[in-house]
Nanobody, 124 residues
């Protein structure tokens, strides 16, 4: 059984930093891609960042470029999201997704496996 587990969410002041981690277990292979999405009540999931686990290519939504960095632990099905200079608009539930069927990295419906989410709250 595949499990995706996120950790690291917290409440921080604007301008602060957080580091989210995501571990995928139960897969006998490395997922082709892992991504972070976020969601606020009443809205759909927004793609924040993604990484191709083979090539190392990364993708970011414009609003986080220069502030967030996605990286992987070599040899492990783990990605982290380093979030710096956090803003109040970054407040959301953050979800990790793994194994994309194909297509654009920021389409939530294309990912096979999802975690339960970790809450990030940025206080102005």
């Amino acid at each position: 059984q595949v499990q995706v587990v996120e950790s690291g969410g917290a409440s921080v002041q604007a301008g602060g930093s957080l580091r989210l981690s995501c571990v995928v277990s139960g897969l006998t292979y490395k997922p082709n891609q892992m991504a972070w999405f976020r969601q606020v009540p009443g809205k759909g999931r927004e793609g924040v960042a993604a990484m191709s686990m083979g090539s190392g290519n990364t993708f970011y939504v414009d609003s986080v470029k220069g502030r967030f960095t996605i990286s992987q632990d070599n040899g492990k099905n783990t990605v982290t999201l380093q979030m710096n200079n956090l803003k109040s608009e970054d407040t959301a539930m953050y979800y990790c997704a793994a194994e994309i069927l194909g297509g654009r990295w920021n389409i939530a419906g294309l990912y096979n496996y999802w975690g339960q989410g970790t809450q990030v709250t940025v206080n102005a």
